[in-house]
C-alpha cells in the first residue's frame, strides 16, 4: 500500500503485527500509576472501543500490559510505517485542500525530528500531546482525507468525534485540549483523565498542529535575551547567560544566545536531549566536566565572540559551583519544564537521569520531596548570584511558582516574587501591549526557495512599514528586519519550511495579504499556512505568563483567550483549537490559536484581513482596557486606521483621591 492508500483506510482492516519498543527514540517517561483497578477495566474498556471486537482478545491483555509498563495505553501496534514527515502538499490524499494542510502539519508535530517523544505522539513540553493514542491518530488522518468544505471536523483531546456538515467559511476543524470542569484541573486530575483516555494536554502547538521546531521559540528568546542585556549596563558581546533545557522549546536557547551575542551555557541532564541539539548545530560545544568548561567560557568571554556551550548535568550543580567559586553571571534564567514537576518536567539533583526516571514512576511521594529539596537548594545559589548583579527572570515554565509551593526563598516580604516574569519586564510592555507577536508560516510545497521568496516579501513589507512607523515601536521593527534578515543563515528551519517573525497587526496582515498575492501570481509554488504560538497578545490568558504584565486583577479570568478562538472561527480561520494547560501547567492557563490557508484566492484575502485584524486586536483592546499605556497607544492607532473599530477605553481614577477614601 502507497501513503495516500494507507492514510485513507484508517484503522487497518488487518491487525498490524506489534511493534517493538524502539529504544533508539525518546520516550515518554512512564506515567504515574493513578487509576484504581476498577478504573483501569474503564481505561481499557475505552481503548478498545476504536476497534472491532474480534480483535479484542488479543489487543485487550496488550493494552492492559501498556497501561502497566507506562501509565497509558498508547496502542503501539497501530504506529504507522511510512515516514513521518510533512510532505508537499499535494501528496496528501484529500478532497479539500484545507484538510490536506492540516495534515501536512500533524505529521510535522509528529516528525521524528521535531517531536521530543514521537512514540507516544508527544510534541514538547514532556506531555504536549497532538492525539492520545495512535488509533485517534489513523481516524483523524482519515477523516481529514475525506472530508469536503461542507464539513468540519471535531476534535475533543485528541479524539476525532466526527465529522459534521457544516459550511465553506466554517473551520475545518475545531479543536479542543484538555477542556475540564474548573474544579477538576488539578495536574492529578490530568494524569486520571489522560491515563482514562479521555483527555489529553495539548500544551500550546502540540495539539493545535502549530509547532514548528524549536525555531518557534529561538525568536521570542532572542528578542528576550536581546531585550535583557540592554537592561544591563554595557555591551551585550561578552555577557554570560546561564539557563538550563535543551528540550522541545528550551532547545532554543543556546541558538537565540548566539544571535543575540552573548555567551551561554545550557544546562541538561538528558544526553539524547543534549546529543540531538549538539548534532542539530543549535549548539557549539558540550561539557560534562565544570572545571573545563569554564575554562572555555572565560576564554570566549574574554575575546567577546558569541558561543553556546551546554553543561551536560544538572542546572542545580551548575548554579551551585557559580555561586561557590563567585563566578559573575549576567543574565540567569531556567526552562526545565516545570509546569510538570512530577512527571518528568523537572530533575532533582543528586540523582542520575535513571534514578529519577525509576523513582518517579515508582515513589512518586519520594520524587515529589527530591524536586523540592532540589528547587529549593536552585533557589538559594541564584539567590546568590543575583545579590552579586545577575538579571535573573522566570522563563514561563512556572519556575517562581513552583519554587515558591516547595518552599524556596523566593518570595519578597510583600509576598510578591523576588524575580519578574519575563513577560513583566520584557515581552508584555514592549512586544504585546502593542500587539507584536509569534506569528508563523509554513510552504506546503516543502521548498526552501518558497520559504527564501516569503523571507524576502516579509523583509520588504516590514522595510517599508519602518519608514513610517512611529518612534514607540521603531526598535521593534529594526529587531524584526534584523531577524528576518539573518534568518537563512541561522539555519532554523527543523521539518516544515517555516518560519516565525514578531509582528503587529498591521505587520500580519500585510505580510499575509503579499503572500496570498505572490501566491495567485505564482512567485510562491504552492500554498501557505499561517499561524501564530498560542503564546501572543490575546490568544492566552496566563497570569504567571502572558497576561502577567495585566494588573487590575483580571489576570486570572480566561474570557480573552475564548473570545480569541470564536473570533477567528467565524471570521476565516481554517482551524481554531483552545486548550487547558500549556506552558505553565494544567489548570494554570487557558491557551488558543488558529491555522488559516492562503492559497492565492480572493476569499482567503477576504479572510485573512478579516480575521488576522481581530485575533490580535481583542488582546490589545484588553490590555488597554486594564491601563496599559501601549495597548492604550495601539489601539488608539487602531481605532484611526479603522473606523468600524470601536473600543472601550479606560478612564485613570486619581490614586491620591482613592488613598483618600481609603483611609
Ligand atoms: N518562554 C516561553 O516562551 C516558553 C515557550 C515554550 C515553553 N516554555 C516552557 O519552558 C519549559 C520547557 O519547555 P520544553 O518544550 O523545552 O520542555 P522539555 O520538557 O522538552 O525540555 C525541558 C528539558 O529540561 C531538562 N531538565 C529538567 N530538569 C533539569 C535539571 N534539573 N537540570 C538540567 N536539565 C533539566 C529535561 O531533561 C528536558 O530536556 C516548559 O515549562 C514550557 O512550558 C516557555
Redesign the pocket.
Known amino acids: 500500500m502507497d501513503f495516500k492508500q494507507q492514510i485513507l483506510q484508517g484503522i487497518p482492516s488487518e491487525l498490524p503485527s506489534p511493534k517493538p519498543y524502539d529504544t533508539a527514540v525518546s520516550h515518554a517517561p512512564k506515567r504515574k500509576d493513578i487509576l484504581t483497578q476498577e478504573e483501569k477495566r474503564l481505561a481499557l474498556c475505552n481503548a478498545l472501543r476504536y476497534f472491532k471486537p474480534e480483535w479484542h482478545a488479543i489487543l485487550a491483555p496488550e493494552f492492559a500490559q501498556e497501561l502497566k509498563d507506562y501509565g497509558r495505553i498508547y496502542m503501539y501496534r497501530f504506529r504507522p510505517d511510512y515516514t513521518m514527515v510533512a510532505r508537499p502538499i499535494e501528496e496528501y490524499p484529500a478532497k479539500s485542500q484545507q484538510a490536506a494542510a492540516i495534515m501536512l502539519m500533524i505529521q510535522n508535530n509528529l516528525d521524528y525530528a521535531v517531536a ?1 517523544h514521537p512514540h507516544e505522539l508527544i510534541t ?3 506531555n ?1 500531546a497532538v492525539f492520545q493514542n495512535w488509533a485517534q491518530y489513523l481516524l483523524t488522518m482519515q477523516y481529514l482525507a475525506t472530508m469536503t468544505e461542507e464539513q468540519t471536523l471535531v476534535m475533543y483531546s485528541g479524539h476525532p468525534l466526527g465529522l459534521f456538515p457544516s459550511h465553506k467559511e466554517a473551520p475545518r476543524v475545531v479543536v479542543t485540549n484538555g477542556m475540564v470542569i474548573p474544579n477538576y484541573s488539578k495536574p492529578d486530575d490530568w494524569e486520571r483523565f489522560n491515563a482514562l483516555g479521555v483527555s489529553q494536554y495539548g ?2 502547538t502540540a495539539g493545535s498542529y502549530m509547532y514548528i521546531g524549536p525555531q518557534g ?1 529561538v525568536h ?2 532572542t528578542i ?1 535575551v536581546l531585550n535583557a542585556g540592554r537592561m544591563l549596563k554595557g555591551k551585550i558581546a561578552g555577557k554570560l547567560f546561564i539557563t ?8 532554543a536557547q543556546p541558538k537565540a544566545g548566539n544571535i543575540a551575542g552573548v555567551v551561554s551555557i545550557t ?4 544526553p539524547a ?1 543534549t546529543y540531538k541539539r549538539h548534532t542539530q548545530g543549535w549548539v557549539d560545544e558540550v561539557f560534562s566536566n565544570l572545571e573545563e568548561l569554564f575554562v572555555k567560557v572565560k576564554k570566549a568571554q574574554t575575546q567577546k565572540i558569541a558561543r553556546s556551550f551546554a553543561y551536560a ?4 550543580d551548575l548554579w551551585e559551583y557559580c555561586a561557590k567559586h563567585n563566578i559573575h553571571v549576567d543574565l540567569g534564567s531556567d ?6 514537576p512530577w512527571a ?6 543528586g540523582y542520575s ?1 535513571e534514578e529519577s526516571n525509576k523513582m518517579m514512576a515508582e515513589q512518586p511521594e519520594q520524587f515529589r520531596a527530591a524536586v523540592q529539596e ?1 528547587l529549593r537548594r536552585h533557589v538559594t545559589a541564584v539567590n546568590q548570584l543575583a545579590e552579586k548583579g545577575m538579571y535573573f527572570f522566570d ?4 519556575f517562581l511558582l513552583e519554587s515558591s509551593r516547595a518552599g524556596a526563598n523566593i518570595l519578597k516580604p510583600d509576598g510578591k516574587f523576588k524575580y519578574p516574569s ?1 513577560v513583566q519586564d520584557i515581552m508584555g510592555p514592549m512586544c504585546f501591549d502593542y500587539g507584536f507577536g509569534p506569528f508563523r508560516w509554513v510552504c506546503t510545497s516543502g521548498k526552501p526557495e518558497d520559504l527564501d521568496m516569503s523571507d524576502q516579501i516579509a523583509m520588504e513589507v516590514l522595510q517599508k512599514m519602518s519608514e513610517t512607523s512611529p518612534q514607540e515601536i521603531s526598535q521593534q521593527m529594526r529587531d524584526n528586519i534584523t531577524w528576518i534578515k539573518g534568518a537563512k543563515e541561522n539555519r532554523l528551519v527543523v521539518g516544515s519550511q517555516a518560519r516565525i517573525l514578531y509582528a503587529d497587526a498591521e505587520g500580519r496582515i500585510k505580510i499575509a495579504a503579499a503572500f496570498n498575492q505572490a501566491i495567485k501570481e505564482g512567485k510562491i509554488s504552492a500554498p501557505i499556512v499561517l499561524g501564530r504560538d498560542h ?1 501572543d497578545v490575546s490568544g492566552t490568558d496566563s497570569p504567571y ?1 502572558e497576561t502577567s504584565n495585566i494588573y487590575d486583577g483580571s489576570s486570572f479570568t480566561a474570557d480573552m483567550a475564548i473570545h480569541n478562538v470564536i473570533g477567528d472561527s467565524f471570521r476565516g480561520a481554517t482551524w481554531v483549537s483552545i486548550h487547558n494547560g ?3 501547567g494544567w489548570g494554570e492557563v487557558i491557551n488558543g490559536g488558529f491555522g488559516m490557508l492562503l492559497d492565492g484566492s480572493e476569499d482567503a484575502n477576504r479572510r485573512l484581513k478579516n480575521m488576522l485584524f481581530w485575533d490580535v486586536n481583542n488582546g490589545i483592546s484588553r490590555r488597554a482596557w486594564a491601563r496599559n499605556n501601549e495597548a492604550i497607544f495601539a489601539i488608539k492607532r487602531a481605532m484611526n486606521e479603522n473606523p468600524s473599530l470601536k473600543v472601550t477605553l479606560p478612564n485613570f481614577a486619581d490614586t491620591v483621591l482613592v488613598d483618600e477614601v481609603m483611609k
Not at 544546562?267 to 538528558?270: G, L, P, R
Not at 518528568?344 to 539533583?349: A, F, K, L, R
Not at 522563563?395 to 512556572?398: D, I, V
Open positions: 521530543q514538547y513540553g514532556g504536549g500544551q500550546m521559540i521570542g528568546t528576550t538550563a533545557g535543551l528540550g522541545g522549546m528550551s532547545g544546562a541538561e541532564v538528558n536531549a548535568g544538572n542546572i542545580v526552562q526545565t519544564s516545570l509546569h510538570n518528568g518536567g523537572y530533575y532533582p539533583v537521569f532540589s522563563y514561563g515554565n512556572a519575563y503564546h505568563r500549556g506552558g505553565v
